[in-house]
């Protein structure tokens, strides 16, 4: 396979756009590279030059998505109470972006093989920002001492949980309390 073209490019630009849209109207099984050809008017050799088949390119719209909502955070954080913050808007803004949301809603099962069965790029992304944030924060005393890239494992471990759980147990808690507990139990891995 050849090499990738630079992320910016505006040819992988125009394919994710189109994965993008396919993925919100019809779900993963709607992101074929014959389909993705046509919406992004590219030839299937074109595609194939920057991905090895559409579940790459399902892959690489996700990432997108995931660094989108990382560059909506502030800046650098320098206290635990901070990183909670963030990780709770994250949740938030991650719970409302249209495809995350379509994917929990209805493809449940997708939404797992996509974040869920391995670690992706979407997830090192966020661990290396969550790594990065708990190091700072350690700095300052802020979060007890252990290797901030295990804490970031289990900091994503427990959010990517209550995310992926929250609506089986919608009924049993009130929204308001779902982000109580979660910032509690947030706050219990970071405490000093």
């Known amino acids: 396979m050849e090499e990738r073209q630079p992320p910016g490019d505006a040819t992988q630009t125009r394919i ?3 994965a993008d849209d396919l993925l919100e109207r019809r779900g993963v099984r709607g992101v074929t590279i014959a389909e993705l050809a046509r919406r992004s008017e590219l ?3 074109t595609i194939y030059r920057n991905w090895a088949d559409a579940d790459d390119v399902v892959r ?3 990432l997108r998505r995931v660094e989108r909502i990382l560059s909506a955070l502030p800046a650098r954080v320098h206290t635990s109470a901070a990183l909670v913050d963030d990780i ?10 249209p495809l995350f949301a379509r994917l929990l809603a209805d493809e449940p099962e997708a939404f797992t093989r996509y ?3 391995r670690v992706g790029s979407s997830q ?3 661990l290396q920002w969550l790594t990065t944030a708990i190091d700072t924060a350690q ?8 290797p901030p890239s295990e804490i970031a494992v289990m900091l994503l471990l427990v959010a990517q949980s209550a995310v992926l759980s929250h609506g089986t147990v919608s009924e049993l808690i009130s ?13 219990g891995l970071l405490r000093p």
Do not use: H, M, N
């Not at 709770?88 to 972006?97: K, N, Q, S, V």
């Not at 929204?175 to 706050?187: G, I, N, V």
């Open 139 to 146: 700095a300052q005393d802020s979060v007890r001492p252990a």
């Open 60 to 62: 690489s719209t996700l």
């Open 124 to 126: 090192r992304l966020i």
């Open 175 to 187: 929204e308001d309390a779902w982000e109580r507990e979660l910032r509690a139990a947030l706050d």
């Open 43 to 45: 030839s299937r050799p």
């Open 115 to 117: 974040t869920l069965e």
């Open 88 to 97: 709770l808007l994250f949740t938030a803004l991650f719970r409302r972006d």
């Open 16 to 18: 994710l756009d189109a």
